[in-house]
């Protein structure tokens, strides 16, 4: 993380609620009381902080979304701002009741308002009858109301992120009944033990939600960087078997040898055949050479009989 302890004194993360609206829940992140306020211990909110920060690291860089929850007034503005840079869905207007536990319904509702969007920009809803454009109007500015933020929520988000649990208790229950973890910034009133990853501090300040958001929006941004894409692996296609290449291969290939032949018998006859080619070829030689001497000889004898005549 690139802030210290003293960057959450600074932004007055330290500040929690009065004694009055004190959860006895969040005592272990107490650090004392002080003029009928709670003082929470930085030390731990820190060591929380990173932990939580590692947490969306690791949920993001597996590809998995996190959905931002801060519907109150302060909150607004941050959280639409660390939407529109990571590119998550958000909710700042009012967390709709089912949005995580009955998402069946909701992503209808979603795929209806994206199709009423696409009217609206094609101009197709203009050439509509004026009643029912009108009808359309409406269940489009109720449905903006609900779904602003979530038009590329891609099914179950991997984790919730909330700013200020206590007022966000449905958004938390839903996410602990459909078992995904929780990031919330909690103060001295909200009970952290319901959420997977708390961070204690002050969830009423502007400037405290901004420093917890912009560790959240580095964390974002690390996990993004180390998104690694796995090969999709597809049942339908089969493996192609290469065939054996001769060529480069040392071995020659197998040979099937006729019925009632060995190989034995083929080394004998090429042995035999040996045996007898090279006498052959040197009679062949001989009787060449003795053919050439009569040849001779028969040219040589009647010169011999003509000297005798004479």
């Known amino acids: 993380m690139n802030i210290t302890v003293k960057d959450l004194l600074d932004a007055g993360v330290h500040f929690g609620h009065q004694l009055r609206r004190w959860n006895p829940k969040s005592k272990p992140y107490v650090f004392d009381n002080r003029h009928g306020i709670s003082i929470i211990d930085l030390e731990k909110t820190y060591d929380l902080l990173e932990n939580a920060s590692k947490a969306i690291e690791e949920i993001v860089s597996q590809g998995k979304q996190i959905l931002l929850v801060g519907t109150k007034r302060q909150a607004e503005t941050p959280i639409r701002e660390l939407a529109a840079a990571t590119n998550m869905p958000f909710c700042v207007n009012r967390w709709m009741g089912g949005t995580l536990t009955n998402f069946e319904t909701v992503s209808s509702s979603l795929a209806k308002y994206k199709s009423f969007l696409r009217m609206e920009e094609d101009g197709s809803l203009d050439k509509m009858h004026g009643k029912e454009v009108a009808a359309i109007k409406r269940q489009m500015s109720r449905m903006h109301r609900n779904f602003e933020g979530m038009l590329n929520l891609q099914g179950i988000p991997g984790a919730l992120f909330v700013i200020d649990s206590h007022n966000e208790a449905i958004a938390v229950a839903e996410a602990n009944r459909v078992k995904i973890p929780v990031i919330a910034l909690v103060d001295s009133n909200s009970d952290p033990s319901v959420l997977s990853h708390p961070i204690p501090g002050n969830d009423d300040s502007a400037k405290s939600i901004r420093i ?33 290449d001769f060529v480069d291969q040392e071995d020659e290939p197998e040979v099937t040898l006729p019925e009632g032949y060995s190989e034995s018998d083929f080394d004998d006859r090429k042995e035999e055949s040996t045996e007898i080619t090279e006498p052959a070829a040197k009679d062949v030689s001989q009787e060449s050479s003795s053919n050439e001497e009569e040849k001779i000889t028969e040219i040589e004898e009647p010169e011999t009989d003509s000297t005798k005549d004479e």
């Open 212 to 244: 917890i958001v912009d560790v959240v929006l580095d964390a974002i941004q690390t996990g993004a960087s180390n998104r690694v894409s796995t090969p999709t692996k597809r049942k339908d296609i089969t493996p192609i078997t290469q065939e054996p």
